[in-house]
């Protein structure tokens, strides 16, 4: 599936706008959001509303997860140009346009990487190797099991079954209900929880999002203080 948002009259020109949209062309939205960020151009500022906006409506409208998606098209064309006019010597006058753009984006889900076929060559050298490989497989497992309890740990207080009073997370901006899911999916049901963060858990959920940056760039911290002190909650 497709998501598009459209971005009309912008006030630059299209020229102008089309340097940076050629940039994110292709990028995971995750990627193109950071290079919008920080390329100190009026066109980036423009572009990233236009690629937010999409990916609100993503998750918003067609309950899909932004960081699976990535930049299918970002195209500008040219909108109307208003003229004015300034005065010139010996009475004449300067004509000066006043430009404008449409700035086109497109989401598309990023497409899954297909295996590729061995060679038979390839085939049978690997054959003899598999019963090997199949007597060491539990070994790693025992070791892999640690390694899920620190990562808990790193997520701070978490609710093994979901509270009795929990809050709606989709009122945090960036937060649509696919993300919701995949919070309550973590152990993540209020405000509370998200106020409480540590760096490290910050970090250990930008992992698990795969969405890097994305809770700090959006101020979720924040935005969870002022919604729980409306509950009449601590905050």
Known sequence: ???????????????????????????????????????????ALLIGKTLKSAVA????????VAETMVVKEAHVTDGPTSRRFKPRARGSAAAIRKRTSHI???????????????????AKKAAPKQ???AEKAPAPAAEE???AETNKEALGFVYDEAPEAADDLKKISGVGPALEAKLHGFGVYTYQQIVDWTPEN???????????GRIERDNWQEQAKTLQSENGGEA
């Open 1 to 43: 599936m497709e998501v598009r948002a459209i971005h009309k009259y912008a006030r630059i020109s299209a020229k102008k706008a089309r340097d940076v949209a050629r940039e994110i062309q292709g990028m995971p939205v995750s990627d193109a959001l950071d290079t919008l960020t920080y390329t100190p151009k009026k066109a």
């Open 57 to 64: 409506n993503a998750e918003n409208n067609h309950e899909m």
């Open 104 to 122: 086109y984006i497109t989401l598309a889900e990023a497409p899954e990487e297909e295996e590729k076929p061995k060679s038979a060559k390839a």
């Open 131 to 133: 019963p090997a490989k």
């Open 145 to 147: 099991a640690p390694a």
């Open 202 to 212: 910050i970090a250990a959920f930008d992992d698990l999002l795969s969405f890097k």
